[in-house]
């Protein structure tokens, strides 16, 4: 009988245990990768990139394509069938069971018939008092956990996205502001170069205006690496090739809302409900906890029945005492873990609004006044230099002034748009609804 059920076992065994290894190819992930078209992505909608992309929109689309945001959502089927598994009574066992021979020859000094025979024994075993549900505890826990932080993985891509946007605004901007200034500084040389060919310019003033345009001709390719690494920093974001090229429809105006930020007492209670993070370390908590009375259950002997009973004798590891200790230490560390979470937040929070405060007082006052300074001083060196009443030195002074204020308003804008997008994060603002765990 035996040798019949060898092969049939062996077989069985072989044909559960058979796996082929998954290979993968970085090679072939890049040019996966490199296949991706944003006009492809963008369907569904709510995201279209007909007419560009607004920063919603690319909140969205990176939502949908990050490929970090995918590994991270990866691990949740892992922990939902985790929590099946939990649930699970222990597999039968099925024992081959032969008297001793050699006992019976050392103690009755021959041997008989009994010696020799053999049989199956069936045996189930028992789940201790309490164990299932606090595995299922345990499994449950962990995949709120994981879905808190598959949350928090999307809310801090949603705020590197925005700030990514932003930093491309403002970089496209500066672009601008420099080659607006090359435009000026060609028009100042040229004006000056008639002006000495009519003998009312010197060839110092002459030199005086190629020497600005010479500046800001080389302060050109600068600007634009920069704003060519914050397109791709941004694409990157996306989950899109580095090549790809697209408009931002949303403005640094329209970022740089003119809303002053509220009081801190509310938003660090909205920080507590909505923070994905702190849920996590709240889930990380009750994991703990269910651990603990995972331990505790284990305290019990293991009970198998079936054909005959099996005890475990749980006496070296004196009745689990080591593992409720250990249980009960790494449940204490995550209520430190969840405390700090708290002060965490708090500490963001007002950080947060702090220097949103700060930058939202210098965008809507000073940044103004810097513009509106600026444009009257181009004014007056347009006007001055039409009519030759200023020597180019001083119109030079004025235009270069008027360039540095309109950087700094701009700097003032793009700062508060950012530090606004700090303080949504800081508060749980751009975290995404619950994920389902069911």
């Known amino acids: 009988m035996l040798a019949a059920l060898l092969p ?21 992930v890049l040019r996966a990768l490199e296949a991706v078209r944003i006009d ?34 990866a691990w949740l089927p892992v922990a939902r069938v985790g929590r099946t598994i939990a649930g699970l009574w222990p597999d039968p066992e099925l024992e081959w069971i032969a008297n001793n021979v050699i006992a019976d020859l050392a103690t009755h000094r021959r041997s008989s018939t009994n010696s020799y025979l053999a049989g199956f024994q069936l045996m189930f075993p ?51 502001l420099a080659l607006a200034q090359v435009a000026l500084s060609e028009r100042v040389r040229a004006q000056t170069a008639e002006r000495r060919a009519l003998g009312q310019a010197t060839d110092l003033e002459v030199g005086l205006a190629e020497l600005p345009l010479r500046l800001a001709r080389a302060d050109v390719p600068r600007l634009e690496g920069e704003a060519e690494a914050a397109r791709l920093a941004l694409n990157a974001l996306l989950g899109l090739p580095p090549r790809e090229r697209w408009r931002a429809t949303t403005t640094l105006a329209a970022l740089a809302s003119a809303t002053p930020p509220p009081l801190p007492g509310p938003l660090v209670e909205a920080a507590l409900a909505r923070r994905p993070d702190l849920e996590a370390a709240r889930w990380a908590h009750r994991e703990a906890d269910a651990e603990v009375a995972l331990e505790l259950a284990l305290r019990w002997p293991r009970v198998g029945v079936g054909t005959g009973i099996t005890i475990e004798l749980p006496v070296f590891s004196r009745f689990n005492r080591w593992g409720v200790e250990r249980a009960r230490l790494a449940r204490a560390a995550a209520r430190e873990g969840l405390v700090e979470a708290v002060h965490a937040l708090r500490a963001d929070v007002h950080e947060a609004l702090a220097l949103a405060h700060a930058a939202h007082r210098t965008a809507e006052v000073h940044a103004r006044a810097l513009e509106e300074g600026a444009d009257e001083v181009l004014r007056a060196a347009e006007a001055a230099q039409a009519a030759g009443q200023v020597p180019v030195i001083e119109v030079l002074a004025a235009r270069a002034e008027a360039l540095s204020a309109r950087r700094r308003a701009l700097a003032a804008r793009a700062d508060w748009a950012a530090a606004a997008v700090r303080l949504d994060a800081a508060t749980g603002a751009l975290a995404p609804p619950a994920l389902p765990v069911e």
């Open 126 to 176: 028992l789940p201790r008092p309490g164990e299932l549900d606090a595995r299922v505890a345990v499994a449950t826990a962990r995949l709120a956990r994981e879905a808190a932080q598959a949350r928090a993985a999307e809310a801090d891509l949603a705020r590197d996205v925005r700030l990514a946007y932003t930093a491309l605004l403002q970089a496209e901007a500066e672009l601008e």
């Open 40 to 73: 492809r992505l963008a369907l569904p909608r709510p995201v279209a990139v007909v007419d560009g992309l607004s920063v919603d929109e690319a909140v969205a689309l990176a939502a949908r394509h990050n490929p970090g945001l995918h590994a991270r959502r």
């Open 8 to 28: 049939l076992l062996t077989t069985a065994t072989t044909g559960c245990a058979a796996h082929e290894p998954e290979v993968v190819d970085p090679a072939e």
